[in-house]
């Protein structure tokens, strides 16, 4: 049984961490856009040459390159004999792109077996990134509230810092570009009866949890 999944939800909900937790425990490959571009720049490829065109002159990398990149990457997954599903991360991120990845599979072969929706309000996200601190040693993450560096620094000894893109005003924004550009996603993944939504807004191994026995119900 083959188990194709999309993790949807705000920035900060924990799709990540779900997201691992279901491909560790099913076998699935996580296929992520971001390390398809850079993976490609690396190889020095055509595409990749002019990708890194595009990225070097600060612009985005257009839906045509991506979809190109990840139906071969799909397609080259689904000729695994292990291939057991994968779990697409940071896309589609809009219409577009989720109409886009149906001509995609249906070009391989392949369907989505279900979309898992965790749901977190504003608030509760920019309360719990916002309170994030990173040390600048060993990278470990802290949480000022549920998780405070001992004595305000690392175990280690390190100093904590507070990443630019945890900072409020930058989470704030990147909820509202989700609110306009995917949450449309929603609906259009509700009527056609793949979405399995959960609050996500609970301490991550819950949340883990509820997310693992979602996907289960789909197997
Ligand atoms: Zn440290």
């Known amino acids: 049984m ?8 705000p ?20 296929v992520s856009t971001g390390d398809l571009v850079r993976g490609e720049v690396k190889s020095g490829s055509d595409l990749g040459k002019e990708m890194s065109e595009i990225i070097n002159a600060g612009n985005l990398i257009g ?36 109409t886009e990845l149906e001509n995609i599979l249906s070009r391989i072969d392949q369907k ?3 979309v898992i929706y965790i749901t977190s309000d504003e608030e509760a996200i920019v309360t719990r990134i916002s309170a994030r601190r990173t040390c600048k040693v060993c990278n470990k993450i802290y949480n000022l509230v549920t ?14 810092y507070q990443r630019d893109d945890e900072k409020e005003s930058v989470v704030r924004d990147r909820y509202q570009v989700y609110l306009e ?17 959960y609050d996500g807004n609970v ?5 883990i949890n509820r997310g693992m026995e979602l996907v289960e119900e789909l197997l």
Not at 2 to 9: D, K, P, T
Not at 18 to 25: C, E, L, P, R, T
Not at 64 to 91: R, V
Not at 182 to 197: M, N, Q, R, S, V
């Open 181 to 197: 550009k995917t949450a449309p996603l929603i609906d259009f993944y509700k009527a056609k009866g793949l979405l399995k939504e």
């Open 112 to 114: 989505l077996n279900g």
């Open 147 to 160: 998780n405070p560096p001992p004595n305000g620094k690392c175990e280690c000894g390190g100093e904590v």
């Open 63 to 98: 839906d045509e390159q991506i979809n190109q990149m990840l139906e071969a990457k799909l397609k080259s997954l689904t000729q695994e004999e292990s291939f057991k599903g994968f779990i697409l991360d940071g896309f589609p991120r809009t219409t577009p792109q989720a």
């Open 11 to 30: 920035p900060g909900a924990g799709k990540g961490s779900v997201a691992q937790a279901a491909a560790d425990k099913h076998g699935l490959i996580q």
């Open 203 to 207: 301490p991550l191994q819950e949340s």
């Open 2 to 9: 083959v188990l194709n999944l999309i993790f949807l939800g």
